[in-house]
């Protein structure tokens, strides 16, 4: 299996620092641009790409995101091998919870945390299958190259969409790492929904509140996409920061 990444993590406009942090295998990434290629011969070690989007004001924000970024690279790295999917959806929901519940800890214990905050969403390569796993409203995409059509895998965890108010405000998010008392998350295969080169896209609200599916989809399959989304996020208005991880994949068994 083939795998060639392009993340950029990008402050936009407004924003004076950056509270979003990619995940790429062990590798992160906040202000900055990375290409990445991995060729596995044999695939039985685990790996994960994610986005994850700080919530609670610039130093508590970037530190949220890093925390669970880190903890959840620590959780993928700890993984038992060959385990079936019910199990790895318990494993990644008893890893949730304690994460959550550390970054409360972390916001009674330290004032200059608290009501901080995070989304996670990723895309993890395990055992010759591919699972989601998805907290907040950061977004996952799958982009079909033969049908050049973008669909949405990550649903909103927002009260807009999961209660089904629609004079909600959008970015009301009702899910995230240490935003209430208690967190859920989404865990699904996407194995089957892939093809040879299908992309996968995941990325931070900074890209989604500025541009339409379709105004995504035209840059998925060009030449430096990722950058010419970020471009045109920031052209906009560039009101958030705007993480973007392209997943380009081929696959050979």
């Not at 685990?46 to 970024?69: Q, R, T």
């Not at 690279?73 to 959550?100: C, D, G, M, Q, W």
């Not at 977004?139 to 927002?158: M, T």
């Amino acid at each position: 299996m083939k795998l060639v990444i392009e993340a950029v993590s990008d402050r936009g406009i407004v924003r004076s620092s950056n509270e979003d942090m990619i995940l790429v295998g062990n590798d992160l990434l906040r202000d900055g641009t990375k290409r990445y290629e991995f060729d596995f011969n044999t695939y039985d070690h685990p790996f994960i790409i994610a986005v994850a989007d700080g919530l609670g004001g610039h130093k508590s924000g970037e530190f949220a995101s890093e925390y669970v970024i880190q903890l959840m690279a620590k959780a993928v790295k700890e993984l038992p091998s060959n385990l079936r999917s019910p199990i790895i959806k318990s494993y990644f929901v008893a890893t949730s919870k304690t994460i959550h519940d550390c970054m409360l800890d972390e916001g009674k214990n330290d004032s200059s945390k608290k009501g901080m905050a995070s989304t996670f969403s990723g895309v993890l390569f395990y055992n010759k299958k591919i699972f989601l796993i998805h907290v907040g409203d950061s977004r996952i995409y799958l982009y079909s190259s033969a049908k050049k059509e973008l669909k949405r895998l990550s649903r909103d965890h927002s009260l807009q969409e999961l209660k089904g108010n629609e004079t909600a405000i959008k970015t009301a998010i009702t899910n995230a790492f240490g935003a209430e008392k208690e967190i859920f998350i989404d865990f699904k295969e996407v194995t089957t929904k892939l093809n040879d080169d299908d992309c996968l896209l995941i990325c931070t609200d900074g890209l989604t509140k500025e541009l339409t599916d379709e105004e995504i989809a035209g840059e998925l399959n060009t030449e430096n996409g990722y950058l010419k989304l970020t471009e045109k996020a920031k052209k906009v208005g560039g009101n958030d920061n705007i993480s973007i991880a392209i997943i380009r994949y081929m696959k050979y068994w």
